[in-house]
């Protein structure tokens, strides 16, 4: 009995000069699940851990439970704000002639009422910081954060200030999340510690 030497190679994807586009994010081959474009690179997404998962489960049926005609609950989308920067927010809730159709891969920033994102151990400073500062500038006018803090889940909520184009905290939110924009959402966050 022999023992064969496969070697196995990973091709990465070799960026240009200026960076990745839109249009590159959407058309090279093999790109992992969950790929966003930020400042022209690619980020990998790393696997989900329970917290965020079941987050991202009762808050969907939470936000879809209570959301007015003219608006839709997105997962996981591709949200373009520029020809650089296209990240997936975890929940985007988009106007909803936005909606194109069961193949539609993308929506625009200008679409997005509201972004939010989960914070992992690996994305800490892209949601605390990159990514709110991005979706602000692109026109989002509402974004939320959610961590979970001394064992409670805790929601930071934020509204877009029109004449600085810069996010504003409007409160913290723990254990529930109680709001009237961008339409009135009442969600008990500790049903994700029963699930």
Do not use: C
């Given at each position: ?43 990998f997404m790393s696997p989900q851990r329970n917290f965020h998962a ?96 001394g064992g409670r889940n805790v929601v930071h909520v934020y509204e ?36």
């Amino acid at each position: 009995m022999t023992a064969e030497f496969v070697e196995h190679r990973v091709h990465w994807p070799v960026p240009p000069h200026a960076g990745y586009t839109v249009d590159d994010l959407f058309t090279l081959p093999d790109l992992p699940p969950h790929t966003e474009l930020i400042d022209g690179s690619l980020i990998f997404m790393s696997p989900q851990r329970n917290f965020h998962a079941l987050v991202l489960y009762v808050l969907e049926h939470g936000l879809r439970a209570t959301a007015l005609d003219e608006f839709r609950v997105r997962r996981e989308m591709t949200v373009v704000l520029d020809d650089h920067n296209a990240p997936e927010p975890d929940i985007s809730v988009v106007r909803a002639g936005a909606d194109a159709g069961l193949e539609q891969t993308r929506y625009q920033a200008r679409d997005v009422h509201l972004a939010v994102e989960v914070v992992s151990p690996d994305s800490k400073s892209r949601d605390r910081t990159t990514k709110p500062v991005k979706y602000a500038a692109a026109g989002i006018p509402h974004f939320w954060r959610i961590e979970r803090d001394g064992g409670r889940n805790v929601v930071h909520v934020y509204e877009l200030d029109p004449l600085t184009h810069a996010y504003v905290h409007m409160g913290v939110h723990r254990d529930q999340i109680k709001v009237d924009k961008p339409y009135p959402i009442d969600i008990d966050l500790t049903a994700i510690d029963k699930l």
